[in-house]
C-alpha cells in the first residue's frame, strides 16, 4: 500500500556525517509510526529510532543515542535520520519502515512496510 525510497547513503569517514531521507508513496501516512532499523554484515537487523506522527515520542537505540536525531515532515510524507559523529560499527543498509497503528515500538515484526534499504559505509 505505501512505498518507501530511502536515499542518502555513502562511504564517509569516521567522525563525519550523513543525513538519511526515506519518502513515502501510494497513500497517506495520517498517524504513522516511522522509524530506522539497520542490518550490519553477519548481524540480524537492528532498532536504529523511531518517532510517532506528532513527533512526540521518539526512541532511539543505546548505540545511538546522542549521535543520531530522528525526524519527520509531514506535509512531505518524509523522515530523516542525521547521523553524526559516525563510527566504524555504524556501517551497515538502513532501511526505513512505517508501522500503521500508532504506537512507537522497536520490534522489527511490528512494522508493515519496508524500503529496501540504503548502503552506508563508514571508513575508519
Known amino acids: 500500500q505505501v512505498q518507501l525510497a530511502e536515499s542518502g547513503g555513502g562511504l564517509v569517514q569516521a567522525g563525519g556525517s550523513l543525513r538519511l531521507s526515506c519518502a513515502a508513496s501510494?497513500?497517506?501516512?495520517?498517524?504513522?509510526?516511522m522509524a530506522w532499523f539497520r542490518r550490519a554484515p553477519e548481524k540480524e537487523r537492528e532498532f536504529v529510532a523511531a518517532?510517532?506522527?506528532?513527533?512526540?515520542?521518539?526512541r532511539y537505540a543505546d548505540s545511538v543515542k546522542g549521535r543520531f536525531t530522528i525526524s519527520r515532515e509531514n506535509a512531505k510524507n518524509t523522515v530523516y535520520l542525521q547521523m553524526n559523529s559516525l563510527k566504524s560499527e555504524d556501517t551497515a543498509v538502513y532501511y526505513c519502515?512505517?508501522?500503521?497503528?500508532?504506537?512507537?515500538?522497536?520490534?522489527?515484526?511490528?512494522?508493515?512496510?519496508w524500503g529496501q534499504g540504503t548502503q552506508v559505509t563508514v571508513s575508519s
Open positions: 518517532i510517532s506522527w506528532s513527533g512526540g515520542s521518539i
Open positions: 519502515a512505517v508501522r500503521f497503528l500508532g504506537a512507537v515500538v522497536v520490534d522489527t515484526d511490528e512494522y508493515d512496510n
Open positions: 501510494g497513500g497517506t501516512l495520517d498517524t504513522y509510526t
